[in-house]
């Protein structure tokens, strides 16, 4: 029965080998999309469609951007050792399972104005980044 099931799949476009082709077109869209960027986003396709289970046009699209001058990290790691260039947020996990608070850690001389609105005071010393103003 699983070989049948497995054989269904395949005809309807599920299978192994399209499955990789679809992941390979996707990549070669992020790349082709990161060249032609002249902004320092880059864009990697994930969800669905990054695992190649969807075609074009079926489900949702997920993109996550990722800027080059902000980093995030876990607590413990060692700030003197990142470069100035960057933004700097410290993931507070100490919330509801599957969730944390962004806390601005370091800050760098240009900043990134997109951010501005969203950073909040927690009244504990820490400035936060709230998602609900990106």
């Known amino acids: 029965m699983s070989v049948g099931v497995c054989n269904m ?4 476009g599920y299978g192994e080998e399209i499955r990789r082709k ?3 077109m996707y990549m070669n869209n ?3 999309a990161n060249a032609q960027s002249l902004s320092a986003v880059t864009q990697i396709t994930a969800g669905s469609k990054g695992e190649g289970l969807a075609c ?7 993109i996550v951007f990722v800027i080059q001058k902000v ?3 876990e607590a413990g790691v ?4 990142i470069l100035d260039a960057k933004d700097v947020y410290r993931m507070d996990t100490r ?3 599957g969730y944390c608070r962004m806390l601005l850690e370091k800050t760098n001389s240009t900043g990134l104005p997109m951010f ?3 950073l909040w005071y927690d009244g504990k010393e820490d400035f936060c980044l709230a998602a609900e103003y990106l």
């Open 95 to 97: 919330l509801y399972l």
């Open 9 to 12: 799949m395949t005809k309807l």
């Open 78 to 81: 060692d700030l003197h050792t």
């Open 56 to 62: 074009w046009g079926e489900s949702d699209l997920d």
């Open 22 to 24: 679809r992941v390979e």
């Open 71 to 73: 980093l995030c990290v």
């Open 116 to 118: 501005s609105p969203a």
């Open 30 to 32: 992020d790349m082709l």
